[in-house]
């Protein structure tokens, strides 16, 4: 890596460190509520067990319903509606899950193989045609019980749904502790269900806006550590980072190009927040915008070639267009409430998730750049940060519910709606990670 | 039609830090990949910050500017109040500076005239309502409609810093008009 002479912050003894650092999260709690219609009926079977607790054996199906149910497209049977338990295609009676109406049937086993190592096996069947649709075998050591049951679930939803699934992703957000705590603000990295967290940044001053670079290594973060916005780079693997943006006045609102090769940033340092394009490897620094309002939030389109931003250039809040070579800025949202901002593109391109506020309070919207309009997903008014998973199909965000901070998600149609409640103190600012990678 | 559904998922410690050992090798059938967050970064480098602590506000709050009147003195009479005026505030989604406001910069400008080598920070502040990155480039605004104002009247560049929390700092914590209103701010910071 080109740039490891710079990487002056990197830690040492990083990884016993991020173990003392790990929160305590006592429960988490994602409540769904969705609309019912047209969700898919699916009986997820306990999976059998050999040589194995029935907690860690009860782990990768529970989980896998959990998924399923919290996506909305599904309507997972209750345990007590199961005719029978099946752990293998061959055992697998069809008349009786016809009757329950059951659609589709996971059956499974989980075998300790020895070594701390477990084998996981499942099907996937098609009660009405009688046949398996999926199956696979997965050996893992324990740890990766949860992470191999999130991608089970993305097998099963690309083969009923015909998209990928993403619940084997991630989620990046700042939790604030007791304000009492010495270092009471956390980056954190957690499963897309909000669970394990770990924390890779402390610090006792706030930390804003965390990206995901394309390749899921890297998170950009804006960090008040020195008492002033800078941008920071790290690498979640390592903990090696770097200041990439330390200029006068606010430095803010990273965002990767998709090529990863970029980074847009909303720096002051020639006056007022305008939007810039810095490029990691050789460090130039081009402005793009030249306006004496705000410009800030830079997203890019998937194609790398338009950067969505938030601008007052019209007397309140709207999102703005311009071409990641430069040009003029074209005005997105027009006629769509006094406030929109915060632009996230659709994996797609044809919408953007942003902030909106019609006259009802702050609530994630979605902007149809075929109908150029502006739609509210949510009921709540003190929405946040709108973060799209990596498929599309949910937007995740960060909103007050009962007088706390919490992650919620909704689906691009308002329909499916989920809250994530980290009994940890203030959860804002999440960013869903792109696809799993290679490490 | 709507239904409810509420998951428990208990989070046990020791799961948690389970993959902190290291990286276990994997059989892998399947393409099973290792993924590990191994690092925490920042703890070094944030560790200076944190000893120094953001006392910025409460320093501030309890120096006297005794001074000031005799500095000032070119200003007359009521300079001593405006001075003790170290925040200003500001109307929703506004850095217009409020003419209500205008004598206390005036006040503070005169004083820094005559008080050679003082400098003064400048901190903007912002309300939760709308997005954290837009208020940080709000609360800069602000800062910057005070810091211009202080150059006009001949106080030099040089001597003023601007700083922008946003939202990140807000003195009353409720959701209401009346902490909104005490949080968009301007807080004068004296070095």
Same mark, same amino acid.
């Given at each position: ?7 002056? @912050? ?14 305590? !999260? ?5 409540? &769904? ?24 054996? *009860? ?9 399923? =149910? ?10 007590? $509606? ?30 300790? &193989?020895? @070594? ?5 096996? +499942? ?49 990046? +957000? ?28 402390? !610090? =006792? ?62 720096? !002051?340092? $020639? ?40 601008? @007052? ?18 005005? &997105? ?26 006259? @009802? ?29 990596? *498929? ?31 009994? *940890? ?15 | ?21 290291? %990286?276990?090798?994997? #059989? ?15 703890? /070094?480098? /944030? ?56 004598? #206390?910069?005036?006040?503070?400008? %005169? ?17 939760? %309502? ?38 990140? %700092? ?22």
């Amino acid at each position: 890596m080109t740039r490891s002479r710079r990487l002056q @912050n990197a830690l040492a003894g990083a990884a016993a460190l991020l173990c003392l650092s790990t929160p305590a !999260s006592a429960v988490l709690t994602i409540e &769904v509520t969705k609309g019912v219609e047209a969700a898919i009926p699916i009986a997820v079977v306990p999976f059998g067990l050999e040589g194995i607790g029935a907690a860690t054996a *009860n782990l990768p199906a529970a989980v896998i319903e959990a998924d399923l =149910s919290r996506s909305g497209k599904f309507e997972p049977l209750s345990r007590g $509606d199961l005719p029978s338990l099946p752990h293998d295609l061959r055992e697998v009676q069809y008349k009786e899950w016809r009757l329950v109406k059951a659609e589709a049937l996971v059956v499974g086993r989980v075998v300790n &193989v020895g @070594n701390g190592r477990y084998e996981i096996r +499942f099907q996937l069947i098609d009660v009405f045609r009688e046949k398996q649709l999926a199956g696979q075998k997965f050996v893992v050591p324990e740890s990766r019980l949860r992470k191999i049951a999130h991608r089970i679930s993305d097998i099963i939803y690309q083969a009923l749904i015909g998209k990928p699934g993403a619940f084997e992703t991630r989620i990046a +957000f700042v939790t604030v502790r007791d304000a009492d705590a010495p270092k009471p603000n956390l980056l954190q990295v957690a499963d897309s269900d909000g669970y394990g967290a770990q924390t890779i940044l402390e !610090s =006792s001053h706030p930390i804003l806006s965390p990206a995901w670079s394309p390749d899921g290594s890297q998170l950009a973060y804006v960090s008040f550590e020195n008492k002033r916005s800078i941008v920071y780079v790290q690498n979640i693997r390592s903990g090696e980072r770097e200041p990439v943006a330390d200029h006068a006045g606010i430095n803010s609102a990273p965002a990767w190009s998709p090529d990863g090769r970029r980074l847009a940033l909303t720096l !002051s340092k $020639d006056g007022n927040s305008e939007i810039y394009i810095y490029d990691l490897a050789s460090r130039d620094l081009r402005r793009l915008t030249r306006n004496t309002a705000i410009d800030t939030e830079p997203a890019w389109s998937p194609d790398g070639g338009t950067i969505a931003f938030t601008s @007052n250039r019209p007397g309140t809040p709207q999102i703005y267009r311009i071409a990641a070579s430069g040009g003029n800025a074209q005005r &997105v949202t027009i006629r769509a409430g006094k406030y929109n901002a915060a632009a996230a593109y659709s994996h797609d391109g044809k919408s953007i998730a942003l902030i909106t506020n019609q006259g @009802n309070g702050f609530r994630v919207g979605l902007y149809s750049a075929q109908d150029r309009t502006v739609s509210e997903l949510t009921q709540t008014s003190q929405d946040e940060s709108p973060t799209f998973a990596p *498929n599309g199909e949910m937007i995740m965000y960060a909103t007050q519910s009962g007088g706390r901070h919490v992650l919620a998600a909704v689906s691009p149609d308002g329909r499916v709606r989920q809250t994530i409640k980290l009994e *940890n103190g203030v959860v804002r600012e999440p960013a869903w990670s792109p696809f799993n990678h290679q490490p | 039609m709507r239904k409810l559904f509420v998951f428990w998922v208990v989070l046990a410690a020791g799961a948690l830090i389970a993959g902190c050992g290291g %990286r276990g090798a994997v #059989v892998d059938e399947s393409e099973v990949e290792i993924e590990e967050i191994e690092g925490v970064a920042g703890a /070094d480098a /944030d560790a200076g910050a944190s000893a120094s602590g953001i006392g910025g506000d409460d320093a501030t709050d309890g120096q006297s500017l005794d001074d000031a009147g005799a500095a000032g003195g070119s200003g007359g009479g009521g300079d001593d109040d405006l001075l003790n005026q170290r925040v200003i505030y500001f109307d929703y989604d506004s850095s217009i500076l409020p003419a209500e406001s205008e004598a #206390v910069v005036q006040a503070h400008a %005169r004083y820094l005239q005559g008080a050679a080598g003082v400098q003064i920070i400048l901190e903007g502040h912002a309300d939760e %309502r709308g997005t954290r990155e837009y208020n940080l480039a709000l609360a800069e605004d602000r800062a910057k409609s005070v810091a211009d104002m202080m150059q006009a009247l001949g106080v030099g560049a040089g001597r003023i810093q601007t700083v922008s929390y946003g939202e990140e %700092r807000p003195v009353a914590l409720g959701h209401d008009d009346s902490a909104w209103g005490l949080n968009r701010r301007v807080e004068f910071l004296y070095q």
